[in-house]
């Protein structure tokens, strides 16, 4: 349960989350490569072959009828310039060591303007000038559950929240590195609960609505507006 997670989530864990590499290289369980271009494409991949490395070759529109994925090996998926959008009706449930990487300029790497729930063992990373990790939009919501996301690049943003209903975010864990680079952005009211939000050399957290942090770790410091 998140509650029996949260106890686990204290100040010297989120100290040790700071001696890691904010753009970590990532490595699959084996030396096999897939290629996926639809969201049925990688679901087979995910589930029949993990293990190896996927690449994209187009953006994901998930929209599809299965909303769980269980991955039981570490996998790795390059994005590039693509991303995986969760439509408004679409439910995408990543569960298990999947790390995604990509350019994250042209589009962020998931666009959620439905439901995505991502695991502890999951990882995204954007790199790039400009980048963004995670955006979401409208009434998409995000359960990140100890997720790390990260954002390295010039003027990079990990998370965005564009305009939309009040927010609550919760066990995440939310880096980014770059001049001008933040680490979470928000449109519309946001209260951050037990997050670990870091960045090194830009700010932690900023937006055009308040931000209420809750028992977060926050570098630079940020005080709730």
């Not at 790390?99 to 502890?120: H, I, K, N, Q, W």
Request: glycine share 10%.
């Amino acid at each position: 349960m998140k509650t029996e997670k949260a106890l686990f989530f204290t100040i010297p864990f989120l100290l040790f989350l700071l001696t890691v590499s904010s753009c970590p290289a990532y490595a699959s369980e084996n030396d096999e490569t897939y290629y996926c271009s639809t969201a049925e494409e990688l679901y087979e991949t995910l589930t029949l072959h993990p293990g190896g490395t996927i690449f994209l070759t187009d953006t994901i529109e998930w929209n599809f009828s299965v909303n769980t994925i269980t991955v039981p090996a570490a996998t790795v998926i390059q994005m590039g310039e693509y991303g995986i959008c969760v439509q408004e009706n679409g439910y995408l449930e990543m569960d298990g060591p999947v790390s995604f990487y990509g350019s994250g300029s042209r589009m962020p790497l998931f666009l959620v303007e439905g439901y995505l729930s991502t695991s502890p063992e999951t990882t995204i990373t954007a790199s790039g000038e400009g980048c963004t990790a995670v955006q979401i939009t409208g009434k998409g919501k995000w359960d990140s559950d100890l997720t790390t996301v990260t954002a390295c690049g010039e003027n990079a943003i990990t998370v965005i929240y564009d305009d939309g209903p009040d927010t609550v975010l919760s066990l995440a864990q939310i880096t980014s590195q770059g001049t001008g680079a933040q680490s979470l952005y928000t449109e519309r009211p946001l209260e951050a609960v037990l997050c670990s939000i870091t960045s090194e050399g830009g700010s932690a957290a900023s937006g055009t609505s308040p931000i209420t942090m809750t028992g977060c770790w926050s570098l630079p410091s940020h005080r709730s507006i």
